[in-house]
């Protein structure tokens, strides 16, 4: 709890200054306003690596993902990630007219959205052949798994909500689809420079990875929705996290 409660302390200031900003810009500044409910969770989730909430490492140009091996605050964070998107989607009525939710069949976007995840992972099998789990963050326990994945979906699902359906389905009404979906993928990776060289010294690696698999999800995305995108996101880091690889 001491924990959560000195990341909340962290971000607290950022957020408010962020709110009361929102707040102040007329209503017709659309994309102003989502780029700063973007930034807002460019701070939550960034401040997430000097408080250890997880780590990032690089073997070999081959990056690894693990959380902090503590279920509870995982599913703490996951539920109040959930609650934060559902307050973010109530308040901003106006916004909700540019998210797709699913595609035309249901069955099939959840579908669509497993194998985005899979084309996403992929590169990684193949990297991570004969590399053993301690050179990859190490080991992840299996009662970590569950809370870990609930983390996985729910935590992502507030992005995408935001890049995959407040900004692409904004940027559709202003160009055509595969330019959002470009446009999409090209801001989602844009959003991880800060991660990728300030807040670790990552670099190139993370941008590159943010890129390909924000072009995939965008790819998700453009038929299928934000649901699907959800699951091919939150599928790769769960996978990429769990040590299953």
Known sequence: MALLFEYSLRIFP??????LIFLLFPKNAVLTKIFLLIFGFILMRDAMTPMGLWTFGIDEGTIWLRFIDDGFILIALALTSLVLTVGILYFNKSLRQYILWFGRYKITSLVVGFIGGVVVI???????????????GGAVSLELLLPLLIFSLFGNFTEEVLFRGYLQG??????????????????FAMGHIFLAVTVTDLGIAVILFTLYEGIICAVVRKNHGVIAATITHGMTIFILASGLL
Do not use: D, K, R
């Not at 950022?14 to 709110?19: R, S, Y």
């Open 14 to 19: 950022g957020l408010v200054l962020i709110t």
């Open 170 to 187: 904004y940027l559709e009404t202003q160009l055509s689809s595969w330019h959002a979906v470009l446009l999409s993928g090209l801001i």
């Open 122 to 136: 992929i590169p990684f099998y193949f990297m991570y052949m004969g590399t053993s789990a301690e050179e990859l």
